[in-house]
């Protein structure tokens, strides 16, 4: 396929990819199940890169062997597609992101590079919770929304409904879909991005036979009228043919006639703004406006200027060393032409550039502003950094994302052959780095090493991937990672003397909202569990040695803190006075380390910290005769049934249970309910260990 790919892009795409109000950045999203995969498939077959006939059975983007032997998505991937619109072709750089609770992280980094997102609904099952978590990510970056109803062809075969009776049914989705926006937007927001035919943003149809409708569809049914009852009228007109064509077994005319990949893709160039405009509103949400001379051409993505790009995924390659998927928010990303970290402060030049498609990397010798991008050859880069060229330096780097999920189980692995002890811990340390859901360490003590995850396929799924590097491990029982929190602002306490450094330091619980650079500037950060080092003197050396002692210090005491020994999580410690004194050289580190840690522990036992255990939300569908035996499950699992629902053709169990009692539960589900039930999962937040029924989450 990489002859295709390569043939695609040099014919058509770069002669696009400079015409940037032509360009789209889209992500398709949805509960896990609900037809994402299928639905890309039939958009990829539009621009020739997939024979037609596989379409929606291919699974292309799920190219990895491990998604191929599951059948679900496990990472984000992308490429790159030609659409044509009233006569004028289209660049869309579409992403397919995963729908399972564990790796919520590519769906947040997804999100961030684009500015569109395709959401996609089961109208049977309506809007699951992980639709719900998706969405709402969506929403806090402003990406604007396009929903597709998917399996329409299941109210017709499954449940035997009539034209007006789908009808209902794709209108009550709808409807669910436009009150849940109104939860994460304000009312001009939600007036201008909810979906409806009208507003090109709705389409509806099924994947899997790859025919779908829009309001181009309705106009032509209608003879060309826009009136509100013509349209009306023209869709039950055609639901009418749908379901007839259902019943002869003719859905291939529907496919024909209705062909998904056009309905989608014209939605996604009516709907989606180009970079130039979306950047003007979506930037500063993440990015601090300095009013320099850089501003113009961000908010603008202009390829005039700097380059300024967005790391949103790193993966390890044997050949390639790290690659990293990028989006330009302004310049042009040349190959070779030195890049600065501004996490790191290190310059490094790329191998290559170009563009994702698919499994394949097509090197070009530019990109400009408003594409999505691969690096190859920057060493020491993480997810979230910021890339600029000379020149670049001084803007602030683009915000830090922020995660629904964080690592709340571990695992301890040791090698196959223990001979190999020594040599497996730095390649692990190499691959966490690529998924900030992943944390790694190892015991110093007595040599332990811990993997922790966001849950239990997270850490099977990381596993078989190491394997494939040849790092072949065993891993021993689950654990749960208990977490420690403040449960109010400490107070402000001193540490040192005249041999050693002095520090005041103050540890803060943030707030919902939490800007971290109204407090200061900020010195290191883990962003998943939402732990902030700031100096709000200015006179600690931001290039100095001392530096890296004052995040180790940080470091250590996020990862035992002072109640229970436990990782602390949703802290924010503020460096208010500092006296830097350090000498010899066998003694400086200890010299700012030891009372920093001090003060800090200090500060943060002033807050009242508890031990906390995190809890995971579910939402299970299933018929009524399973209802019995899944709420008994989760009685036997120290779960809490909140609601049992039974809109729609299903019942619908909200509840939740303590993360330890999870483990096996999705085999236990499908093994009781004979593959009838279908569940989907959320954060649940984390309680005070040995919490009553009546105490509420802490997020």
Not at 68 to 75: L, V
Not at 484 to 496: A, F, N, P
């Amino acid at each position: 396929m990489s002859h295709i790919y390569k043939k695609f892009v040099n014919e058509r795409a770069v002669a696009l990819i400079d015409k940037t109000t032509r360009i789209r950045n889209c992500t398709v999203i949805a509960h896990i199940d609900h037809g994402k995969t299928t639905l890309t498939d039939s958009l990829i077959a539009s621009s020739g890169l997939l024979s037609k006939e596989v379409a929606a059975t291919a699974r292309l983007l799920d190219y990895d062997m491990i998604e191929q032997e599951r059948g679900i998505t496990i990472k984000a991937s992308g490429i790159s597609l030609i659409h044509e619109l009233d006569g004028q072709d289209y660049l869309i750089h579409l992403i397919d992101t995963p729908g399972h609770i564990d790796f919520s992280s590519h769906v947040t980094r997804g999100l961030r590079l684009t500015d569109g997102a395709i959401i996609v609904v089961d109208v049977i099952e309506g809007i699951m919770v992980q639709t719900e978590t998706v969405s709402r990510q969506a929403m806090s970056e402003l990406v604007r929304p396009i929903l597709f109803v998917n399996k329409v062809d299941r109210l017709i075969k499954e449940r035997r409904l009539d034209a007006k009776r789908v009808a209902e049914e794709i209108n009550k989705t709808v409807r669910e879909f436009n009150a849940m926006l109104g939860k994460y937007l304000d009312d001009d927001s939600l007036e201008k991005w909810e979906v409806s035919f009208n507003k090109s943003s709705l389409c509806i149809g099924s994947a899997l036979h790859k025919w779908g409708l829009d309001l181009s569809v309705l106009n032509k049914a209608a003879g060309g009228s826009e009136a509100k009852g013509d349209l009306a009228n023209a869709f039950i007109a055609i639901l009418e043919e749908v379901v007839e064509s259902y019943s002869r077994e003719e859905e291939g005319s529907l496919t024909e006639k209705y062909p998904i990949a056009k309905v989608l893709l014209d939605s996604v160039v009516k709907t989606v703004p180009d970079p130039t405009v979306a950047q003007s509103y979506r930037l500063p949400v993440f990015w601090t406006q300095q009013g320099g001379e850089h501003d113009k051409s961000l908010l603008e993505s202009s390829s005039d200027g700097p380059a300024v790009l967005l790391v949103g995924d790193v993966q390890p390659d044997r050949h390639a060393g790290l690659v990293a998927a990028v989006r330009v928010f302004s310049g042009t990303l040349n190959r070779a032409e030195p890049l600065i970290n501004l996490r790191t402060g290190k310059e490094g030049k790329s191998l290559q550039v170009g563009i994702f498609m698919s499994k394949s990397r097509i090197a070009l010798p530019e990109v400009p502003a408003g594409n999505l991008a691969f690096i190859t050859g920057i060493k020491d880069i993480a997810v979230g950094d910021t890339l600029v060229t000379k020149g670049a330096e001084g803007i602030s780097p683009m915000m830090e994302l922020e995660y629904p999920t964080e690592p709340v189980v571990t695992y301890s692995i040791e090698p196959k052959k223990l001979s190999q002890l020594s040599e497996i811990q730095e390649p692990i340390s190499q691959y966490v780095m690529t998924d900030p859901a992943l944390e790694f360490e190892v015991n110093p003590e007595t040599g332990e090493m811990l993997l922790s995850g966001a849950g239990e396929l997270h850490i099977e799924v990381s596993i078989e991937k190491l394997a494939r590097q040849g790092i072949e491990v065993v891993i021993g029982k689950p654990m749960v990672l208990l977490k420690e929190q403040m449960t109010r602002d400490g107070i402000s306490c001193k540490s040192g003397d005249d041999s050693t450094s002095i520090f005041t330091v103050q540890a803060i619980l943030p707030e919902e909202g939490f800007k971290a650079e109204e407090y200061g500037t900020l010195l290191d950060s883990e962003p998943m569990g939402g732990c902030y080092l700031l100096d709000s003197t200015g006179k600690i050396n931001p290039y100095g040695e001392e530096l890296e002692w004052i995040r180790e210090a940080f470091r250590a005491l996020v990862r035992s803190g002072p109640s229970s020994g436990e990782r602390l999580r949703h802290l924010a410690i503020i460096i208010k006075e500092v006296q830097l004194r350090f000498e010899a050289p066998e003694t400086s580190w200890r010299d700012v380390t030891n009372p920093l840690i001090q003060a800090m522990r200090c500060s943060v036992a002033s807050g009242n910290p508890q031990t906390l255990e995190p809890w995971v939300r579910l939402e299970i569908s299933a018929p009524e005769e399973h209802v019995g035996e899944l709420t008994a499950i989760l009685a036997r699992r120290k779960g809490r049934v909140h609601e049992i629902d039974s809109e729609r053709s299903l019942y619908r169990i909200n509840a939740e249970i303590p993360v330890r009692e999870s483990f096996g539960l999705a085999r236990e589900i499908r093994t009781s309910t004979s593959g009838w039930a279908t569940w989907g999962a959320k954060p649940g937040g984390f309680r005070k260990v040995g919490a009553d029924d009546e105490e509420e989450p802490v997020y």
